[in-house]
T-cell receptor
Framework: AQTVTQSQPEMSVQEAETVTLSCTYD???????LFWYKQPPSRQMILVIR??????QNATENRFSVNFQKAAKSFSLKISDSQLGDAAMYFCAYRRGGGATNKLIFGTGTLLAVQP | DGGITQSPKYLFRKEGQNVTLSCEQN?????MYWYRQDPGQGLRLIYYSQIVNDFQKGDIAEGYSVSREKKESFPLTVTSAQKNPTAFYLC???????????????FGDGTRLSIL
């Protein structure tokens, strides 16, 4: 069975600095997708960034980028120029590809605090 | 605007009582999902439905039931058999997999269920 591990329960970053959140996963599949979701205090889940396993290029969305290391099964999220609004719980998620169901497997989350 | 509406926002259950959480979407998505969120455990899949009149158990289906009579609606019933129902419940929807496998799930704002 696939698993997703986020080893950092809490992280803190100064405003305008850069922070990296870690995520590792375990799978025997070769076709899959990885996601980072943000959950602010409002509790709504917001997609931050996604990565297809078949793509070697790391995904980037404005201040958010990933470091996808397929062989190491690592999928870290880098937040540059951190802002107060980035404070939230961040979840890493995995989904099988190849026409399988769209079920997501989530990690336990990392709570990010942004210090002014 | 398209989106997912969950109601109520807060719900209280008495011992031995069944309660139903509502989830409605106007995104024209075929697939819908129910997740349970507990502190320190991330999101866990309860039930999912890929198409109307069909649904499958997720990882923690015991004590829950669902129906999918309409594409837009996927209500979740927390039965009296669920001995520890206190949690935050999130509903999601998505386009089915296949050519659109990288499409994310969209989430509602959640329902917090507590025992009286």
């Amino acid at each position: 069975a696939q698993t997703v591990t986020q080893s950092q329960p809490e992280m803190s970053v100064q405003e305008a600095e850069t922070v990296t959140l870690s995520c590792t996963y375990d799978t025997s599949e070769s076709d899959y997708y990885l996601f980072w979701y943000k959950q602010p205090p409002s509790r709504q889940m917001i997609l931050v960034i996604r990565q297809e396993a078949y793509k070697q290029q790391n995904a980037t969305e404005n201040r958010f980028s990933v470091n996808f290391q397929k062989a190491a099964k690592s999928f870290s999220l880098k937040i540059s120029d951190s802002q107060l609004g980035d404070a939230a719980m961040y979840f890493c998620a995995y989904r099988r590809g190849g026409g399988a169901t769209n079920k997501l497997i989530f990690g336990t989350g990392t709570l990010l605090a942004v210090q002014p | 605007d398209g989106g997912i509406t969950q109601s109520p926002k807060y719900l209280f259950r008495k011992e031995g009582q069944n309660v139903t959480l509502s989830c409605e979407q106007n995104l024209n998505h075929d697939a819908m999902y129910w997740y349970r969120q507990d502190p320190g455990q991330g999101l866990r899949l309860i039930y999912y439905s890929q198409i109307v009149n069909d649904f499958q158990k997720g990882d923690i289906a015991e004590g829950y039931s669902v129906s999918r009579e309409k594409k837009e609606s996927f209500p979740l019933t927390v039965t009296s058999a669920q001995k520890n129902p206190t949690a935050f419940y999130l509903c999601a929807s998505s386009i089915p997999t296949g050519r659109y496998s990288n499409q994310p799930q969209h989430f509602g704002d959640g329902t917090r269920l507590s025992i009286l």
